[in-house]
């Protein structure tokens, strides 16, 4: 079973930082692409920034120059470094991942997974 865990959200004031991590764990063959995406009170989800197997990353507009996106491949974790937060980027920050597993009673299966969320914050 796939599982994505996410840590590091919380509370921040204006023009602070956090960052944000998520671990993939299960069958995984290969990871494609991982991002991360956020929904606000009242919004619909949006992506904030990817990364693909190759390194390639894309961002919103609203977050370039502030956020990056890293990844450890080899610990199939991604981060989100987010600086300069301001009251807009408060949201629940998903982390998802486009993936292959391989089970041996099943064989190669793709699949679009998410983590359970985690809270950030930006007020004073």
């Known amino acids: 079973q796939v599982q994505l865990v996410e840590s590091g959200g919380g509370l921040v004031q204006p023009g602070g930082s956090l960052r944000l991590s998520c671990a993939v764990s299960?069958?995984?063959?290969?990871?494609?692409?991982m991002g991360w995406y956020r929904r606000a009170p009242g919004k619909e989800r949006e992506m904030v920034a990817t990364i693909t197997s190759g390194g390639s990353t894309m961002y919103q507009d609203s977050v370039k120059d502030r956020f990056t996106i890293s990844r450890d491949y080899a610990k199939n974790t991604v981060f989100l470094q987010m600086n300069s937060l301001k009251p807009e980027d408060a949201a629940v920050y998903y982390c998802?991942?486009?993936?292959?597993?391989?089970?041996?009673?099943?064989?190669?299966?793709?699949?679009?997974?998410w983590g359970q969320g985690t809270q950030v914050t930006v007020s004073s």
């Open positions: 299960g069958s995984i063959f290969s990871i494609f692409v």
């Open positions: 998802n991942a486009k993936l292959t597993t391989y089970y041996s009673s099943s064989g190669f299966s793709e699949g679009d997974y």
